[in-house]
């Protein structure tokens, strides 16, 4: 098993273009989650999904869209990337039969610019 | 609102010593409590968690954390510290209900073992 994939693993982009972010899973997880990590700010909830078609804003979802459309994906695209948006990006899952621990990909290190 | 917090940024220890990273914790009801390590340029991996039973729980690579409800503390320990522990530590604690599955982090602890 591959885990928690993540794609890319860095990417550099201007002020304004748009991008996405693919967070694939093969361990049949309901949950799964996108994190920001800035220094000193620990990891903070972006958007999240309970199920194949669902969607929820976590503590920072401003800036960000999500969507689910196969239970083994999660994307997170910007539309229009700002400087603040620089950021390692994490994804995570977990099954929902045992809500515990969650199981985070390598990460994406974005810098705009 | 529910919390949690790492109160130290670093904790610095001498190889073969015992370590501690310090949690506490500010949430509504049973706390499910996780400790999760980062090694650089890599994700985060789960090292242990408490969810009822025993204060001492025991996880991966030496770990214990000891569950403290008066305290409302979750303090990671190891009895000896080893110099490949050096790595970033998050206390974490699940929020919300339970069919979502969400955490709340602290900000991390720096732990540097020095041989």
């Known amino acids: 098993n591959a885990g928690v994939t993540q794609t890319p693993k860095f990417r550099v982009l201007k002020t304004g273009q748009s991008m996405t972010l693919l967070c694939a899973q093969d361990m049949n997880h309901e949950y799964m989650y996108w994190y920001r990590q800035d220094p000193g700010m620990g990891l903070r909830l972006i958007h999240y999904?309970?199920?194949?078609?669902?969607?929820a804003k976590g503590e920072v979802p401003d800036g960000y869209n999500v969507s689910r459309l196969k239970k083994q994906n999660f994307l997170l695209g910007l539309e229009s990337a700002a400087p603040s948006q620089t950021s390692v990006y994490f994804c995570a899952s977990t099954s929902a039969g045992q809500t515990y621990e969650q199981y985070f990909g390598p990460g994406t290190r974005l810098t705009v610019t | 609102a529910q919390s949690v917090a790492q109160p130290e940024d670093q904790v610095n220890v001498a190889e073969g010593n015992p370590l501690t990273v310090k949690c506490t914790y500010s949430v509504s009801g049973n706390p499910y409590l996780f400790w999760y390590v980062q090694y650089p340029n890599r994700g985060l991996q789960f090292l242990l968690k408490y969810i009822t039973g025993d204060n001492l729980v025991k996880g991966s690579y030496g770990f214990e954390a000891e569950f403290n409800k008066s305290q409302t503390s979750f303090h990671l320990k190891k009895p000896s510290a080893l110099v490949s522990d050096s790595a970033l530590y998050f206390c974490a604690v699940r929020v919300g209900s339970s069919n979502t599955g969400k955490l709340i982090f602290g900000q991390g602890t720096t732990l540097q073992v020095k041989p």
């Open positions: 999904s309970v199920g194949e078609g669902t969607t």
